[in-house]
């Protein structure tokens, strides 16, 4: 029974695994660079960069502020209750549409530094 990997040295498929990898991450740079963070695709592309890089976490105040491009596309509403005088509700819109809404401020800040969905905002 052969293996996969018969004929190959170490260092010819880590290289080979290299000019792969770079590849794609050329790719996924130019898919960025196209679309300047308005539709999926750069959050795709941006995920799959993470994930070469390791792979850590993404925190909502990342993926939603974390970038020029990405802050300038975010609008939060923070709704004054003028009988108790106090910041309430917080909306988070992005792209013009709703994607979040709080009742509690305090809600919200706890939104920002937790663990980002899946990226399908």
Same mark, same amino acid.
């Given at each position: 029974?052969?293996?996969?990997?018969?004929?190959?040295?170490?260092?010819?498929?880590?290289?080979?695994?290299?000019?792969?990898?770079?590849?794609? %991450?050329?790719?996924?740079?130019? #898919? *960025?660079?196209?679309? $300047?963070? !308005?539709?999926? @695709?750069?959050?795709? =592309?941006?995920? /799959?960069?993470? %994930?070469?890089?390791?792979?850590? #976490? *993404?925190?909502?105040? $990342?993926? !939603?502020?974390? @970038?020029?491009?990405? =802050?300038?596309? /975010?609008?939060?509403?923070?709704?004054?209750?003028?009988?108790?005088?106090?910041?309430?509700?917080?909306?988070?819109?992005?792209?013009?549409?709703?994607?979040?809404?709080?009742?509690?401020?305090?809600?919200?800040?706890?939104?920002?530094?937790?663990?980002?969905?899946?990226?399908?905002?």
């Amino acid at each position: 029974m052969s293996q996969p990997l018969d004929g190959w040295e170490t260092a010819a498929l880590l290289n080979c695994v290299r000019e792969r990898i770079e590849g794609v %991450e050329a790719l996924c740079r130019t #898919a *960025m660079d196209d679309t $300047e963070g !308005y539709d999926s @695709t750069y959050f795709l =592309a941006e995920d /799959v960069l993470r %994930e070469l890089g390791g792979g850590e #976490a *993404m925190t909502n105040w $990342e993926k !939603y502020f974390g @970038t020029p491009e990405r =802050a300038a596309m /975010v609008d939060t509403n923070h709704l004054f209750d003028p009988y108790d005088g106090y910041t309430g509700r917080v909306e988070v819109l992005f792209g013009g549409k709703r994607v979040f809404e709080f009742e509690r401020q305090a809600d919200y800040l706890e939104w920002l530094e937790s663990e980002a969905d899946d990226g399908k905002a």
